[in-house]
């Protein structure tokens, strides 16, 4: 490509119009009119007889011109005549304009004015081989940095012939600071010019200027006929579906839909590595990323990385493995074609630093190129379906220039034999482009691709790139004419890079129309790729199909309507009496759905080619659609549109690539979560909630919920999912019933706070119908976690990069949102010239009422090495004066992130509140801060639920709590599992001693506890257990082991049991939970115990198992497999595509989650391929295999 993807800073090259260049266009031959309103006067930029002051030379000897009669044309009578005795040394670009001839200008020039440039050229001496004459007409600075506003190609013969060009001026030029220069390097000619003259017609668009358009751009244009009935022939095939039943007998009446899901010919797009998977350095909005992603899959089938595989991005190690694997991955995932760009550019400013300075040794130079060559295309095997072996060799040539032209072949021969199944392509520009009449740069690709071939180079393609400027846009009849000259010489040709830069927004939708319907007819040509689609990810905005809002421009809705329905079929019809069901279709792969009896069956065909494709249907009625699936309310549940319509809690969560299915899954640090209000659930239903999570270490816990009630953000039901070991993805389902009542559900992914860094990694969230009779038992309500509310903080994770908005100083200092060292994420707020230790960051908050519970918390560090203390507070300003509330007070450095926060803090005050403002300050110091993932929120509504024990989470200080003695129970901050406090068993003497709670317990039942211990510091590690003391009237006692674990002051452990038997005879006095150790008598924690009647926690189910396979015979060397499955439950079975259902080899099911039906509700799961080796199915951890000797359907 030519520029950077976005742009590397390299210098524009010729064809380049400027980024300044606010309108571009075409020549378009007729008389110029002047303005018919009070526009500026048009005045002259070139002097009074520009003829003669064509003084400016540059390779051409000043004899070379002179003035020359002319007669019979009433235009003009004087002529400048060129006679250009040689052509130039260089066979490259910059031979072009090697020998040039210019006239300055007379007049300034205001940036954006309108201009129209004229000349009149014929040839008296045609160039050696040819009948024309050729230059370039180029309007820029006269030296550094030559900023053009106009570059436009010339090809003239014997008779005069006028051209005219209407332009914008680039940037402003002073009176005598451009030129009009004539590029003359083409080989020896003589050529006459007159009539020369370049009119400013001043700012805007004034009346007269001329309108632009392109031969063959009526409607009625003769070529449009040709182009279809090309299209028709060379782009579509018959498609013929059979439906029989299991006896073979023809199938009157099916309805038969025959969908195209994937063009056999390439429409692609040049993209973003990190945009596609939604990396920050991608620089884009979550919701930006999720565009961009779904119009790269949506819109285009082939997908080319703009710079990740270019040799210096290749050598980025980090950038490979993070980025550019990564993208491949993705795209591949996403079923989309991949172009490999490239892996020779051949000038040093396009090459790593270190080849330039091997250009005096030509075999050090060799091998390092070839060493790379065979680097990047070896890991591209497999990958890429097509290789860019060289990128634009006319005018990058600085190693060809030291180990010559044949040294390409060479590399293409290397590309070869390391990536043997990928198509090679010699891409370059200037082929089509500029009105077809690039004929010396289309003369030196022709050559090189002609001795190429003659050679035996295994080249397969020519990519032509097509980046056309609103000068001269190539008429379509001149394009096939350029194409089938090159697929003579027996390569296919791509379209590789095409756009159109005009702000003639319907010129710019017509042209890419005619050029794309030109080029589909072709069958010569096998892709038409653009070069990026949205303005804020593109070199040049103009050249866009959307703009940065995402509103398709009027080239893009031109570009849908070709590829989305002009060349896509989509029919439906039935079948006649013999069973057969025809249509003419575009080549492709397509999904056929057969319906008889309200049956459906699904089959993939493939037909890639003009010889169509033909397949049989078995209707026999073992096939249910899957529409019958049920709705899954729980929306982005799969997590492939980065948690969209989610709700962040705590510090928020990230996007994990580790996913169960698909390319994401929601990733949570402790202390974050995520909520979603559910509609469309009915009381009295039973749902199954399913999920599945998985944990990087130990010392946390994660939870996939529901929670609901009478009134929205009041719980007065919980049920959860808990995941505190699971290392590997697991599912779990629990069923549920919302009781009479609610009117506010909401679903639940929540990783509890802790010391770790261990982190939860949650998937495939669906809530459905249990569907069965009677349902499967229902688990028992939740006690924890306590969900926190929403924090009324703005930007509080610092996730908006581009500002700080929400955020002041209290106080004198600077904020700024940077991405120095954040704590999560990818943004931080930076704060810097403090002058008081008091001052810092600081936002507005409401508080809904005086002597409310409110949490909060922010990770602060010093920016620099050093130690102060930090502090969170809330400043409150009444009536009757000021008040300061302290959230919490820690030590922080600027060696690591320290949290500082509170739970439960009581807020009130006197007097009428005018102000509210939380914010974060130091005690002593005035150091730079960093601080991220702030949060200040309104406590929880605790969930009400069946909990036996009071204050089991110690929020409440030691409310329901005491000692067996000898020990005592203290409330501590010091430690915590969760909340603000905990319940310390401190002063024992014996290990049977600790924290106890009085409850109820009913005879004969069975219950269900936890709770969460760890040792005081320096406490040698023991055993924890969690009993209940029976005492009876008559002073006997009976003691009933609860829970157990191994238990040290490294963290926090859970101790947990359910299905406990508890009974006792004679009369109980009362009944005692405690925690005690098994030996040592040293200081423990406990906080977040429960105790509850006994329920399961998970649904019980069987897994689904997939059953024997009939196969069909599809004719054309495809066979389809209908798998069946045993679901032995009452209910529906969410099972993802993904690590636990999948195809092998190579072919995989819908790309969809599969909702297993119930019992005898079985639907077949339909896979078409080649039959060549065996085809598995692995569902749960079970398989099935078909081969194309199966028995037949």
Same mark, same amino acid.
């Given at each position: ?67 020359? $009669? ?45 201009? %129209?440039?004229?000349? !009149? ?6 160039? @050696? ?174 997908? #080319? ?8 991005? !290749? ?29 020779? !550019? ?171 319907? @030109?080029?589909?007819?072709? $069958? ?158 009915? $009381? ?28 929205? =953000? ?40 802790? $010391? ?88 507005? %908050? ?62 009130? !005050?006197? =007097? ?22 702030? #949060? ?23 409310? =329901? ?155 054309? #060397? ?18 993802? %595509? ?56």
């Amino acid at each position: 490509m030519r520029r950077s993807f976005p742009p590397d800073g390299r210098p524009a090259r010729r064809r380049a119009l400027g980024a300044a260049l606010a309108v571009l266009a075409t020549a378009a031959v007729g008389a110029f009119a002047a303005p018919a309103h009070a526009d500026p006067a048009p005045f002259a930029v070139l002097p009074a007889n520009p003829l003669t002051t064509f003084t400016e030379f540059k390779s051409l000897p000043t004899s070379a011109t002179q003035i020359v $009669p002319v007669t019979g044309n009433a235009n003009f009578t004087q002529a400048l005549q060129i006679a250009v005795p040689n052509g130039p040394t260089s066979a490259g670009l910059d031979g072009e304009y090697e020998i040039t001839l210019g006239t300055p200008t007379a007049a300034a020039v205001t940036t954006g004015d309108a201009l %129209v440039a004229t000349v !009149w050229a014929r040839s008296t001496q045609p160039i @050696a081989g040819g009948t024309t004459g050729n230059a370039h007409l180029v309007f820029e600075t006269d030296g550094n940095p030559f900023t053009k506003s106009m570059n436009a190609a010339l090809q003239f013969g014997v008779d005069w012939q006028q051209f005219q060009f209407p332009f914008r001026a680039a940037v402003s030029y002073p009176s005598a600071g451009a030129h009009l220069n004539l590029w003359l390097g083409y080989g020896a000619q003589t050529l006459q010019v007159a009539g020369v003259s370049v009119t400013d017609l001043g700012p805007g668009d004034p009346a007269g200027y001329p309108k632009v358009t392109y031969d063959g751009r009526d409607p009625n244009a003769a070529w449009r006929t040709a182009a279809a009935q090309r299209i028709d022939q060379y782009r579509k095939g018959d498609l013929t579906v059979n439906v029989v039943d299991p006896q073979g007998r023809p199938v009157n009446g099916a309805t038969v839909r025959v969908a195209e899901q994937k063009s056999a010919f390439d429409f692609g797009t040049a993209d973003d590595a990190a945009r596609l998977i939604d990396d920050p350095s991608g620089g884009i909005t979550a919701a930006d990323a999720a565009h961009y992603q779904d119009i790269s899959t949506s819109l285009f089938n082939t997908v #080319s990385m703009g710079n990740n595989l270019k040799w210096n991005h !290749w050598e980025n190690q980090t950038e490979r493995d993070t980025l550019t694997y990564p993208g491949l991955q993705w795209a591949r995932a996403h079923n989309l074609n991949i172009r490999a760009h490239n892996l020779v !550019w051949p000038s040093y400013g396009n090459m790593p630093t270190d080849v330039a300075s091997l250009a005096g040794d030509p075999a050090a130079l060799r091998k390092r190129i070839d060493d790379h060559v065979t680097d990047e295309a070896s890991a591209m095997n497999g990958i890429a379906d097509e290789i860019d072996v060289v990128n634009e060799p006319y005018s990058e040539h600085n190693v060809q220039d030291v180990l010559g032209q044949n040294e390409i072949g060479s590399w293409f021969s290397l590309a070869h034999q390391a990536a043997p199944d990928a198509r090679l392509s010699l891409n370059d520009y200037g082929i089509l482009e500029n009105g077809g009449e690039e004929g010396r740069h289309r003369a030196y690709d022709y050559n090189l691709l002609s001795s190429m071939k003659a050679a035996g180079t295994p080249v397969d393609v020519i990519g032509m790139e097509s980046h056309f400027n609103g000068l001269q846009l190539t008429p379509p009849d001149q394009l096939l004419s350029i194409v089938d000259q090159f697929a003579a010489l027996g390569v296919k040709v791509g379209v590789t890079e095409f756009d159109v830069a005009t702000d003639d927004q319907q010129l710019q939708a017509d042209y890419t129309r005619d050029f794309m319907t @030109a080029m589909f007819s072709d $069958p010569n040509v096998t892709e038409i790729d653009n070069f990026g689609f949205w303005a804020k990810n593109i070199y040049n905005p103009l050249v866009a199909l959307f703009n940065p809002d995402w509103s398709p421009k009027p080239n893009a809705l031109a570009y849908e309507n070709l590829i989305e329905h002009q060349w896509h079929t989509d029919v439906t019809g039935g079948t006649d009496t013999r069973g057969v069901y025809g249509v003419r279709a575009f080549q492709g792969d397509y999904l056929v759905t057969v319906t008889v009896g309200g049956i459906s069956k699904q089959v993939k065909v493939s037909m890639p080619t003009t010889a169509g494709a033909s397949v049989t249907v078995v209707a026999d009625g073992i096939a249910a659609s899957p529409a019958t699936a049920p709705v899954n309310p729980v929306g982005d549940g799969d997590f492939e549109t980065a948690a969209k319509g989610w709700t962040p809690l705590g510090t928020g969560p990230a996007t994990s690539s580790d996913a169960h299915s698909g390319g994401s899954a929601l990733a949570l640090a402790p202390g974050s979560g995520v909520t979603q209000n559910l509609t469309g659930l009915t $009381p009295g239903t039973s749902y199954l909630l399913s999920g599945w999570a998985k944990l990087s270490g130990a010392g946390t816990q994660c939870y996939i919920g529901v929670r609901g009630g009478a009134t929205a =953000g009041k719980p007065t039901f919980q049920y959860e999912s808990t995941y505190s070991d699971e290392r590997g993805y697991t599912q779990k389902l629990l069923a549920f019933t919302p009781p009479t009542g609610t009117t506010w559900t909401q679903t639940f992914v929540w990783s509890n706070p802790n $010391p770790t860094s261990a982190t939860c990694d949650a998937d495939d969230v669906s809530i459905t119908p249990t569907s069965g009779t009677p349902p499967p038992p229902q688990a028992p309500p939740a006690i924890t976690p306590y969900l926190p509310t929403p924090s009324a903080l703005g930007n509080g994770t610092l996730e908006n990069h581009a500002n700080t908005t929400g955020w002041y100083c209290l106080g004198t200092c600077t904020l700024k949102n940077v991405a120095a060292t954040p704590h999560t994420g990818t943004g931080d707020l930076s704060v810097t010239g403090r002058t008081a230790a008091f001052a810092g960051p600081a936002q507005g %908050v409401a508080l809904p009422s005086n002597g409310g519970l409110y949490d909060s918390s922010a990770w602060l560090r010093l920016a620099q090495p050093g130690t102060d203390t930090g502090m969170v507070s809330l400043k409150l300003t009444t009536s009757t004066g000021t008040n300061t509330y302290r959230f919490g007070t820690a030590t922080i450095t600027g060696d690591g992130w320290t949290r500082i926060g509170a739970n439960n803090v009581k807020v009130s !005050w006197s =007097g009428t509140l005018t102000k509210a403002e939380w914010w974060v300050s130091t005690a002593t110091g005035t150091e730079d801060l960093l601080v991220d993932d702030a #949060s200040f929120a309104p406590m929880a509504t605790p969930v009400a639920g069946a909990d036996l024990l009071g204050n089991g989470d110690a929020e409440q200080g030691l409310f =329901g709590w005491y000692c067996f003695s000898p020990c005592v129970a203290q409330t501590a901050t010091d430690q915590v599992h969760g909340g603000a406090t905990s319940v310390r068993a401190t002063g024992r003497e014996f290990n049977y001693t600790g924290p106890a709670q009085g409850v109820q317990v009913t005879n004969g039942a069975q219950y269900k506890t936890s709770a969460w211990v760890r040792m005081a510091a320096g406490a040698a590690g023991t055993t924890a257990q969690v009993r209940l003391k029976l005492t009876m009237t008559d002073g006997s006692s009976v003691t009933v082991p609860m829970a157990s674990a191994p238990v040290t002051a490294d963290g926090w452990t859970l101790l947990s049991a359910n299905n406990i038997p508890v009974s006792w005879t004679g009369t109980l006095a009362k009944a005692e939970w405690w925690v005690s150790t098994t030996t040592g008598a040293d200081d423990f924690f406990v906080d977040d115990a429960a105790l509850q009647p006994a329920g399961v926690e998970q649904t019980a189910f069987n897994p689904v198992q997939p059953t024997a396979a009939c196969v069909v015979d599809d004719q054309g #060397s495809q066979y389809t497999a209908y798998f069946g499955y045993s679901n032995a439950n009452n209910y529906y079975i969410p099972v993802p %595509v993904g690590t636990s259902n999948f195809f092998t080899t190579g072919a995989a099911d819908r790309g969809q989650t599969e909702y297993f039906l119930p019992f005898q509700r079985p639907k077949r799961v339909a896979v078409t391929w080649d039959g060549k080796s065996p085809l598995t199915w692995s569902l749960n951890g079970s398989s099935q295999t078909a081969t194309k000797t199966s028995p037949a359907c």
